[in-house]
């Protein structure tokens, strides 16, 4: 998939749920915040949204927003002002370059894109991509303004990339300004966390993101679009070249529902053996975090009409059995990159689905 045009992003910066996000990041920066970090739920339009805040903060002409028309705002728009950076892990940087990279993609699998290198394309972000920050710093402003570097996902930095960066946000040079975007704030390292000034991009009300996907022309499918993206509009605008063929997540989910009813057999015949392991175990967590909110009394995000499968789910699966079934569908996903042989390993997980429920 390549990036996604420049009017595209710039139609999900001005998105409405975004304004209250850009307009906390623009006090932050009045007050002298030069680290800020943009965090909440894939999908929401966090980096289009630090991408439009960059602009703003290199616009030559002061003012509530990015001008659009001088020399920095043109540049910007070109995709290559020579004050701004962009740091995001290589395999994200392939698939989406330049400045239409969207966010919402660390957990999505590099399986069955069409890299061409003998080596897969690192979802990390590593040191070298970093310590280049060090001459940025040590280098005025091309354009006499603001330097700004974007960053994301946040979670992605690993151990010695977060080392090197904590020492440009304990000791900012002057101008430079960090904006960096994770979609999972929990999994960021703490010390990272604890320099930056944080702002939360929550999903927007239903009415809001079906209005605004209307108004990108998502049309008559806006409602299921937003439904399969757990109310993420900028991940229901993205489509799902990601997700699984809808036939086998339907069939996938088919099991799911059979909870106490299900078999080790039908386990073994249901599932392909090209199966990509993230988007799987992603449905199976989407299953296991609704059982949650029905036994917790909170609303069913992905499986709306399932209220009765849970009902029966509740008669048979503890909740803790359910807790430690999404814990080994965590372990699971993070080792999802690897070459392990995807059938078993969702397989493996049903079985344990069904184990779990049996145990109960
Ligand atoms: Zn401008």
Redesign the pocket.
């Known amino acids: 998939m390549d990036g996604m045009s420049a009017a595209v992003a710039a139609a999900i910066g001005a998105a409405p749920w975004l304004q209250a996000a850009r307009l906390s990041l623009a006090a932050l920066r009045a007050r002298g915040a030069h680290a800020l970090l943009l965090h909440g739920p894939a999908g929401t339009g966090k980096w289009q949204a630090a991408m439009a805040f960059a602009g703003e903060l290199l616009?030559?002409?002061p003012g509530a927003a990015?001008?659009?028309?001088?020399d920095?705002?043109r540049l910007m728009a070109a995709g290559n002002h020579p004050d701004l950076r962009v740091i995001v892990p290589d395999a994200l940087a392939e698939r989406r370059p330049g400045q239409g990279q969207e966010e919402g993609e660390a957990e999505a699998p590099a399986a069955g894109s069409e890299t061409t290198g003998k080596t897969k394309p690192s979802r990390e972000i590593k040191i070298d991509q970093v310590r280049d920050l060090v001459s940025l710093s040590a280098l005025t402003a091309h354009r006499g303004g603001a330097r700004v570097v974007v960053l994301g996902p946040a979670e992605a930095l690993n151990l010695p990339a977060a080392n090197a960066l904590l020492k440009g946000l304990e000791e900012p040079p002057p101008n430079l300004v960090f904006l960096l975007v994770s979609d999972q704030i929990d999994r960021c390292l703490p010390t990272i966390l604890s320099r930056c000034a944080l702002v939360r991009v929550p999903v927007p009300p239903r009415e809001l993101a079906l209005q605004w996907l209307r108004e990108q022309g998502a049309g008559a499918q806006a409602p299921a679009r937003l439904l399969a993206a757990g109310g993420a509009p900028v991940a229901a605008l993205r489509g799902s070249d990601d997700d699984l063929p809808p036939d086998l997540a339907a069939s996938l989910v088919a099991l799911l529902r059979r909870g106490a009813a299900l078999e080790p057999a039908e386990v073994a015949s249901a599932v392909p053996r090209t199966v990509a392991i993230g988007p799987a175990v992603d449905l199976f967590q989407r299953w296991g975090w609704d059982y949650f909110a029905y036994r917790t009394g909170g609303s069913l995000r992905y499986h709306p009409a399932d209220e009765a499968s849970f009902a029966a789910l509740a008669r048979h699966w503890r909740l803790s059995c359910a807790g430690a079934w999404i814990d080994t569908l965590v372990r699971l996903r993070a080792v999802a990159d690897h070459p392990l042989n995807a059938r078993s390993a969702v397989e493996a997980a049903l079985l344990d689905y069904i184990e779990s429920i049996r145990a109960s």
């Open positions: 616009c030559e002409r990015a001008c659009g028309q001088c920095s705002c």
